[in-house]
T-cell receptor, first 117, second 110 residues
């Protein structure tokens, strides 16, 4: 069974500083990988996804993530955070194959990011 | 284009009461999902529907039932609510492995 671990429950970062959120997954093959962001009281919004190809993927709001097969990781980064980046971030893994039954995702526990002025 | 909509936004139930959470999507997606979100546990899949006319259990189905009414609508029913079902419930739909989420329903069972 697939699983996702986000080791950091909370991260506090100063505005303008860089941010890296960790994500490790367990899966028998190369999975589909996702990062979602959830602002307070809102639903989840897709930041970026990895299906195949270039292991460095760019997303919305200036975020990027790198897939490292050898480390089973898919860490999210942003060079300079803005106060509006304060939110909870979720890493998710899905089975490969566009027609995989139901395209189910398994989510990590989330990392809450606080931004100091 | 509203995406995924959910009703109600908030609900308070007493133990033993029943209710149905509604979800609709206007993106013509085949697959739909119900999750619950609890602090520190991320999202856990309750039920999903890979296509119209099919439903399957997820990770935490006990105490819930679902109906895929048509391609647009997927409802979640609590027959006899329990305090352990206090949570935030999210509906999602997907196409090509990417899931799109509704705004959520915050449910409290007292």
């Amino acid at each position: 069974a697939q699983s996702v671990t986000q080791p950091d429950i909370h991260i506090t970062v100063s505005e303008g500083a860089s941010l890296e959120l960790r994500c490790n997954y367990s899966y028998g093959a190369t999975p589909y990988l996702f990062w979602y962001v959830q602002s307070p009281g809102q639903g989840l919004q897709l930041l970026l996804k990895y299906f195949s190809g270039d292991t460095l993927v760019q997303g919305i709001k200036g975020f990027e993530a790198e897939f490292k097969r050898s480390q089973s990781s898919f860490n999210l980064r942003k060079p300079s955070v803005h106060w509006s980046d304060a939110a909870e971030y979720f890493c998710a893994v899905g089975a490969q194959g566009i027609k995989a039954a139901g395209n189910k995702l398994t989510f990590g526990g989330g990392t809450r990011v606080l931004v100091k002025p | 284009n509203a995406g995924v909509t959910q009703t109600p936004k908030f609900q308070v139930l007493k133990t033993g009461q029943s209710m149905t959470l509604q979800c609709a999507q206007d993106m013509n997606h085949n697959s739909m999902y119900w999750y619950r979100q609890d602090p520190g546990m991320g999202l856990r899949l309750i039920y999903y529907s890979a296509s119209e006319g099919t439903t399957d259990k997820g990770e935490v189905p006990n105490g819930y039932n679902v109906s895929r009414l048509n391609k647009r609508e997927f409802s979640l029913r609590l027959e006899s609510a329990a305090p352990s079902q206090t949570s935030v419930y999210f509906c999602a739909s997907s196409e090509l492995a990417v899931q799109y989420f509704g705004p959520g329903t915050r449910l409290t069972v007292t």
